[in-house]
């Protein structure tokens, strides 16, 4: 038997050698996304968080869509066509950053211009979607309600033909990107079911009044819609499906998303963690020499790397056709949970310096507590899946 091969030394960045997974076109791509983070982000955001605000957003835009990375899974229109895994890693790496910048980023790709590239016409995708790729034009998506957030088929937003155009009415809440917004996706009830409508958001009556005194997604912007009598041509409604399956179908291309992006998060706070753990002495020597804090370390570790392993695994199922509703939500539950237990874990450790703007973990895990809940609660991924394990309908 020939002498096997010998391994390469452990690192502790990539514990799995996860590395080896990826192409070099991937790494690139992961590479370019780090870079912009580090450059336009990371030295700002503790001070855009504690603001509350997220200045020149339409700027922040174009040098994303500069990079390729609005819609960059899609094809055509400027997108960049890349591939699942691909977006994966830009999601990991914007969320490393902040969330609100990798919700900015999947809002506009994920929901508005998937929706827009999936069930639009040809003539709405010319008009949208290659602005929206170049970060020209910015877009929302508008599905929760103030009174329905888990329950979209409830939704009062409803559209009513009137000759040759609709007329719409409704309210939209927490929505990313509504107030900076060119275009609109819009999901109504109609006498014919639910429809979604691509609106100007420079029609009359519609307004994006910002959400303020947020204590999470504090470097975002999140809104409401506000429709009052807004008038809309024949050819605003996607013309390509009805009913829930359309918003449904959005919100699973965002999910993905955070599979990715809440391990950016995590290892953020992981990274943090380690570096404080190697240079805070207590007793007279660093803390990391201590059993407890090691063991912590270790376990985050282990979560963490298992959850981008999750997410690989998944991107490559999206990759092949082969990625399931139910499957996103494995990801979603897991890797969000996960991720917030490692950043409370990261806390501990480093103790009171823990909730200081000055290190990046109490931003990550409040910032994760939205994540948590938005494109999906806990109870609702919890539910889907124990319908797929049953076979019973729990929902109702």
């Not at 939209?172 to 819009?186: E, P, Y």
Request: hydrophobic fraction near 40%; aromatic fraction near 8%.
């Amino acid at each position: 038997m020939a002498a096997s091969a010998k391994p390469p030394a452990f690192d502790p960045a990539d514990p799995l050698g996860l590395d080896d997974l990826l192409e070099p076109e991937d790494l690139a791509i992961r590479d370019t996304v780090r870079g912009w983070a580090a450059d336009r982000v990371l030295p700002y955001v503790a001070d855009w968080y504690e603001k509350g605000e997220l200045p020149d957003v339409r700027g922040l835009a174009r040098e994303l869509g500069g990079i390729g990375a609005l819609g960059m899974s899609l094809d055509g229109y400027g997108c960049a066509g890349a591939s699942a895994v691909q977006y994966g890693l830009a999601c990991l790496e914007l969320e490393a950053a902040d969330s609100g910048i990798r919700s900015l980023v999947s809002v506009q790709g994920s929901l508005a211009m998937y929706a827009i590239h999936r069930f639009g016409s040809e003539e709405q995708k010319q008009q949208w979607l290659p602005r929206m790729a170049a970060g020209e034009v910015i877009g929302c998506f508008g599905l929760t309600e103030p009174d329905h957030g888990s329950d979209p088929g409830s939704m009062r937003t409803y559209a009513k033909r009137d000759g040759s155009d609709w007329v719409l009415n409704g309210r939209k809440m927490w929505i990313t990107n509504g107030s900076v917004a060119g275009v609109a996706v819009v999901w109504a009830q109609t006498d014919d079911g639910i429809r979604g409508f691509a609106v100007p958001t420079d029609a009359p009556g519609f307004s994006a009044p910002e959400i303020k005194h947020k204590w999470s997604l504090r470097a975002s912007v999140t809104s409401e819609l506000v429709m009052d009598d807004v008038r809309l041509p024949a050819d605003a409604v996607l013309p390509e499906v009805t009913g829930l399956k359309g918003p449904l179908s959005c919100l699973s291309h965002a999910r993905y998303g955070i599979v990715w992006g809440s391990m950016g998060a995590a290892r953020a706070c992981f990274e943090a963690a380690v570096d404080y753990a190697r240079s805070r002495e207590q007793f007279g020597r660093p803390i990391g020499g201590f059993q407890l804090t090691q063991a912590k370390l270790a376990d985050m570790a282990v979560e963490l790397h298992k959850g981008i392993l999750l997410a690989h695994h998944l991107g490559r199922r999206m990759d092949a056709g082969r990625l399931r509703p139910e499957q996103v939500s494995f990801g979603k539950l897991n890797n969000v949970r996960e991720a917030i237990e490692i950043c409370r874990t990261a806390r501990t450790i480093l103790g009171a310096n823990g909730i200081s703007l000055e290190y990046p973990v109490m931003r990550h895990a409040t910032n994760l507590e939205s994540v948590l809940t938005y494109e999906g609660t806990v109870e609702m991924h919890q539910l889907v899946l124990g319908k797929a394990l049953t076979g019973i309908d729990a929902f109702r």
